[in-house]
């Protein structure tokens, strides 16, 4: 057994021959990197028949504020969703694409009365092509690439290094929009604007007398109180 000063163990290349064959630290950075880029080539799951991505923006007349707030959110978290912001101006929730009819519903049973209410639904199917078409494109070009790389000298083999990095980059920023892209189909995305109603009486109060509407009442009690 050897003691905690023992060499590091030998993976089959010598100190020499990596000092000798840059390429070779070069070309076990990029299985590092390739292994690391495998984990996001599936794209997560969506429904597969939705396409389009849904938005609603609506105003809402409530007497209570908080409250109403409050009973967005715990609508949206058991229908499924999640709540983005919520202030005593603004509700923001993001819920499945197919409650939309349901939210609308909603909404009306939470308000006092419903200002108005905008859907809308953007097709996100020419975007999602276009990005997987990327994606392949570069994929394919990183292949080869990489059969290039052992053929190439020292010099070579760097600047097939740099594009390699730089595909592998724009390869992970295309995934990231993909998956964005992915939750906007399963997610619809509503922007509810609270507005208090208060509940007061009125300054004045017609009389069914019309003479005693006709009277300021306070000039009245003044010119009675000096006399």
Same mark, same amino acid.
């Given at each position: 057994?050897?003691? !905690?000063?023992?060499?590091?163990?030998? /993976?089959?290349?010598?100190?020499?021959?990596?000092?000798?064959? !840059?390429?070779?630290?070069? /070309?076990?950075?990029?299985?590092?990197?390739?292994?690391?880029?495998?984990?996001?080539? *599936?794209?997560?799951?969506?429904?597969?028949?939705?396409?389009?991505?849904?938005?609603?923006?609506?105003?809402?007349? @409530?007497?209570?504020? $908080?409250?109403?707030?409050?009973? #967005?959110?715990? /609508?949206?978290? *058991?229908?499924?969703?999640?709540?983005?912001?919520?202030?005593?101006?603004?509700? #923001? @929730?993001?819920?499945?694409?197919?409650? @939309?009819?349901?939210?609308?519903?909603?909404?009306?049973?939470?308000?006092?009365? @419903?200002?108005?209410?905008?859907?809308?639904?953007?097709?996100?199917? $020419?975007?999602?092509?276009?990005?997987?078409?990327? #994606?392949?494109?570069? $994929?394919?070009?990183?292949?080869?690439?990489?059969?290039? #790389?052992?053929?190439?000298?020292?010099?070579?083999?760097?600047?097939?290094?740099?594009?390699?990095?730089?595909?592998?980059?724009?390869?992970?920023?295309?995934?990231?929009?993909?998956?964005?892209?992915?939750?906007?189909?399963?997610?619809?995305?509503?922007?509810?604007?609270?507005?208090?109603?208060?509940?007061?009486?009125?300054?004045?109060? !017609?009389?069914?007398?019309? /003479?005693?509407?006709?009277?300021?009442?306070?000039?009245?009690?003044?010119?009675?109180w000096m006399h």
């Amino acid at each position: 057994m050897k003691g !905690p000063g023992s060499s590091a163990p030998n /993976w089959g290349v010598s100190k020499s021959q990596v000092s000798q064959s !840059p390429w070779m630290v070069v /070309w076990i950075s990029l299985l590092v990197l390739l292994a690391a880029s495998a984990g996001f080539s *599936e794209e997560p799951g969506a429904s597969d028949e939705n396409y389009l991505y849904h938005t609603v923006q609506a105003s809402l007349l @409530v007497s209570d504020v $908080e409250r109403t707030g409050d009973a #967005i959110e715990a /609508w949206t978290g *058991e229908e499924g969703g999640y709540l983005l912001l919520k202030s005593n101006e603004q509700v #923001i @929730v993001r819920f499945p694409y197919d409650k @939309v009819g349901g939210f609308r519903d909603f909404l009306r049973k939470v308000s006092e009365a @419903v200002i108005e209410v905008s859907l809308q639904a953007v097709d996100l199917r $020419e975007s999602i092509l276009g990005i997987q078409s990327g #994606i392949q494109s570069r $994929e394919e070009i990183l292949q080869k690439n990489l059969s290039f #790389i052992d053929q190439a000298d020292v010099s070579g083999t760097l600047a097939i290094e740099r594009e390699i990095m730089q595909l592998l980059s724009e390869i992970e920023n295309l995934k990231g929009r993909l998956r964005k892209l992915t939750v906007d189909r399963a997610f619809a995305r509503a922007d509810v604007s609270l507005r208090f109603m208060e509940r007061s009486l009125p300054t004045d109060i !017609p009389s069914s007398f019309g /003479w005693i509407n006709s009277i300021d009442f306070y000039e009245f009690m003044r010119r009675g109180w000096m006399h």
